[in-house]
T-cell receptor, first 114, second 114 residues
């Protein structure tokens, strides 16, 4: 119940296309859902995050869509660029029950072709 | 960069060696974390320290021994490791563990156990 399942494992998108990465969770106590971006040789960095009181959050070309009833959330990257090529991790935590403990998905390697 | 530094960046050690990983954060945070990152697997939380006190030990084998002398420094002491311990070890910090605080990651130490 603590797992966060992420798909696909890898994704190839043409420049200008839309990249979509999906995550699903079981624990209904989760109430914070961040996405982290990791470039080779670097540690993960927070990209965007959402709380379950909203169904969508947009920051520039990056959008999180959240479906509370389905216990799913996804990252959409609009107008994907080669510089977006990285590994993306979704995560979830239960602020009240677990403090800052994040449960991460398996990661998605995104490659954006020029 | 992220304000979290890790040394060494690469480490090769034999199964009978003893070595230590070092992490330092320059962000004024009070919580620090050790994660293990293996290929195609989610980031695995190993240890959490909040205000120098260990608050989480995620069933980590005793051959990994953390030390947090102050809120800015975190060590991971390694001894008699196994080849399956080869991975990227990431350190992270956050304001504390009580809320929705972004975790800032260091670049990691790539550990190879021979």
């Amino acid at each position: 119940q603590q797992q966060v399942k992420q798909s696909p494992q890898s994704l190839i998108v043409q420049k200008g296309g839309i990249s979509i990465i999906n995550c699903a969770y079981e624990n209904t106590a989760f109430d914070y859902f961040p996405w982290y971006q990791q470039f080779p040789g670097k540690g993960p960095a927070l990209l965007i995050a959402i709380r379950p009181d909203v169904s969508e959050k947009k920051e520039g070309r990056f959008t999180i869509s959240f479906n509370k009833s389905a216990k799913q959330f996804s990252l959409h990257i609009m107008d994907s660029q080669p510089g977006d090529s990285a590994t993306y991790f979704c995560a979830a935590s239960s602020i009240n029950n677990q403090g800052g403990k994040l449960i991460f998905g398996q990661g998605t390697e995104l490659s954006v072709k020029p | 960069e992220t304000g979290v530094t890790q040394t060494p960046r690469h480490l090769v050690m034999g199964m009978t060696n003893k070595k230590s990983l070092k992490c330092e954060q320059h962000l004024g945070h009070n919580a620090m974390y050790w994660y293990k990152q293996s290929a195609k697997k989610p980031l695995e939380l190993m240890f959490v320290y909040n205000f120098k006190e260990q608050t989480e030990n995620n069933s980590v084998p005793s051959r990994f021994s953390p030390e947090c002398p102050n809120s800015s420094h975190l060590f991971l002491h390694l001894h008699t490791l196994q080849p399956e311990d080869s991975a990227l070890y990431l350190c992270a910090s956050s304001q504390d563990t009580s809320g929705i605080y972004e975790q800032y990651f260091g670049p990691g130490t790539r550990l190879t156990v021979t």
